[in-house]
């Protein structure tokens, strides 16, 4: 049973514009939430990350918003750039282990 | 910088098979990981080592071992290759329970 949940498979964004991408969780023990960048026949990189005694962390472009009562989490990328076309996964942590959510794919249009 | 090398970007296998996947990690981390990815599915945990010797299944160690010698080098071992493994393998590390986890460029496998 997947305990981290990424709804939606895909995301089109117009250069420029701001993407929002969401992420869902099951177990309220998770302490702390990353997004991952993963381009084509490349490891996943890490891109940003939350405590869960948090609601929001900022870093750049990105910016990570954390709603514990919903367990909803959510990376707003401001503004979407054509390099920000890639995979993005969210993962939540639980005794050393990063539990994944299935990913979505983000394309940024010209 | 952390750098984790996974020794093979893509192999072919034939059923049957015993597979051998290796990972280095050059940054004296604790702990390493074993992923699979597959579409859809995003990635789910094989294995896990918190310490020489020791290991932990994930949520899907059924059909793998693992072997963890020293600290630097993380093996995942498929003692019979089935169409099924086929998938995208990644090997991470990580120091400390929380924490990102860092990520080799993966491994590539068919299996006809």
């Known amino acids: 049973d997947q305990q981290v949940k990424q709804n939606s498979p895909s995301l089109s964004v117009q250069e420029g514009r701001i993407s929002i991408l969401n992420c869902d969780y099951t177990?309220?023990?998770?302490?702390?939430f990353l997004w991952y960048k993963k381009y084509p026949a490349e490891g996943p990189t890490f891109l940003i990350s939350?405590?869960?005694?948090?609601d929001k962390n900022e870093d750049g472009r990105f910016t990570v918003f954390l709603n514990k009562s919903a367990k909803h989490l959510s990376l707003h990328i401001v503004p979407s750039q054509p390099g920000d076309s890639a995979v993005y996964f969210c993962?939540?942590?639980?005794?050393?282990?990063?539990?994944f959510g299935a990913g979505t794919t983000v394309t940024v249009r010209a | 910088d952390v750098k984790v090398t996974q020794s093979s970007r893509y192999l072919v296998k034939r059923t049957g098979e015993k597979v051998f996947l290796e990972c280095v990690q050059d940054?004296?981390?604790?702990?390493m990981f074993w992923y699979r990815q597959d579409p859809g599915l995003g990635l789910r945990l094989i294995y896990f080592s918190y310490d020489v010797k020791m290991k932990e299944k994930g949520d899907i160690p059924e059909g793998y071992s693992v072997s963890r010698e020293k600290k630097e080098r993380f093996s995942l071992i498929l003692e019979s290759a089935s169409t099924n493994q086929t998938s995208m393998y990644l090997c991470?590390?990580?120091?400390?329970?929380?924490?990102?986890?860092?990520f080799g460029e993966g491994s590539r496998l068919t299996v006809l």
């Open positions: 939350i405590s869960s005694i948090k």
């Open positions: 177990n309220s023990m998770f302490d702390y």
């Open positions: 993962a939540a942590n639980l005794d050393y282990k990063l539990s």
């Open positions: 940054m004296d981390h604790e702990n």
């Open positions: 991470a590390s990580k120091q400390g329970a929380a924490g990102e986890l860092f």
